[in-house]
């Protein structure tokens, strides 16, 4: 059973806090992005070891190992996109529809050992990006395919509060 897509436009999360998961943009540190990405993969294997990490809890929400799948391809699709803003004057990003992605990925059914690994490696790989961006490099801008803009900066913030809303869905 498909899940009702998520519609909302989360850029707000830049400049004000989550009410849901508690993620506070005012608090985010450039310098300490790589350590919280880091911090959060580490808790996703347990997460993901256990037993009705496939249950969902109910009709209208991931299960934990959906989450998990999702939370990896974020880390992946982050890294491309901080790479583009590195490497290219203003890129617009392509278009990522995460709900098309777990069906078509079939997050249901993937090992959750396996997602669990390949999740921590992503979650290294962009923490060490974020860790070479040099300061001169933090007002770069890149730009989502609806127009929302960002700066390295804002989407280093953007992006963080993803895995930490997650990690706060699975109760991690």
């Known amino acids: 059973m498909a899940i009702t897509p998520d519609s909302k436009n989360w850029t707000w999360v830049v400049e004000k806090p989550c009410p849901e998961c508690g993620f506070d943009p005012s608090e985010v540190e450039f310098e300490r992005i790589p ?3 880091r911090a959060n993969a580490a808790r996703w294997p347990v997460v993901l070891a256990r037993p009705d990490v496939a249950a969902r809890p109910d009709d209208r929400t991931w299960s934990a190992l959906e989450y ?5 391809d ?4 982050f890294r491309t996109r901080l790479d583009l803003m590195l490497s290219e004057s203003d890129p617009t990003f392509a278009n990522w529809d995460q709900d098309e992605t777990a069906i ?3 997050y249901r059914a993937q090992d959750p050992t396996t997602v669990a690994a390949d999740l921590v490696a992503a979650a290294e ?3 060490a990006a974020f860790a070479a961006v040099p300061d001169s490099a933090r007002s770069r801008r890149g730009l989502r395919s609806d ?3 960002f700066t390295v900066r804002t989407l280093a ?3 963080l509060h993803d895995p930490v809303h997650h990690l706060h869905d699975v109760r991690g």
């Open 68 to 72: 998990g799948a999702h939370v990896r």
């Open 125 to 127: 790989a962009i923490a």
């Open 35 to 37: 350590d919280r990405v």
């Open 74 to 77: 974020v880390f992946r699709i």
């Open 147 to 149: 127009g929302s803009a």
């Open 104 to 106: 078509a990925e079939n």
């Open 157 to 159: 913030v953007y992006f």
